[in-house]
């Protein structure tokens, strides 16, 4: 497997201690649950996110989406009710699934609904007014004289 050094961008950027396991992970891809289920990341605005994942067959109840360090979890587990059903083809998977996402700085989940067999999971970046690019003065160091009059 490919290694990538990051030593170039640790010499001049701070708090990005994160990026190196999460580029690790993306070059590893996700092999856990292979392309199952299906989903879309989708740009809704400068600051706005929906990510859709296709759960045909879930129950709201057989559904969790939690956010733990920055990264999103969404599982899916059916429940046991099955068992009575004979099935002569089973063509839908119902298998239970784990996705996970990670969020940038900043990026809060908002609402999720659960419409015509796809989650829809909308986020927004909201970025502290602290953290908005602002102007600073810079103060030169002249010194005022006093003038006395005589």
Request: glycine share 6%.
């Amino acid at each position: 497997m490919n290694t990538i050094d990051l030593t170039p961008l640790y010499r001049n950027s701070i708090g990005f201690d994160r990026l190196a396991s999460m580029l690790d992970n993306a070059l590893r891809g996700d092999t856990g649950t292979g392309g199952y289920p299906p989903y879309n990341i989708e740009a809704k605005g400068e600051n706005q996110y929906m990510i859709t994942i296709a759960v045909a067959g879930f129950e709201e109840s057989e559904l969790d989406i939690q956010i733990e360090k920055s990264v999103l979890t969404v599982r899916g587990k059916k429940s046991e009710d099955d068992s009575e059903r004979k099935y002569l083809y089973q063509g839908i998977a119902a298998r239970a699934f784990e996705r996970k996402f990670n969020l940038a700085e900043h990026v809060e989940v908002t609402d999720a609904e659960l419409r015509n067999g796809l989650l829809n999971i909308y986020l927004v970046k909201e970025i502290p007014e602290a953290m908005k690019p602002r102007s600073i003065a810079i103060k030169t160091n002249e010194r005022v004289l006093e003038h006395k009059d005589k």
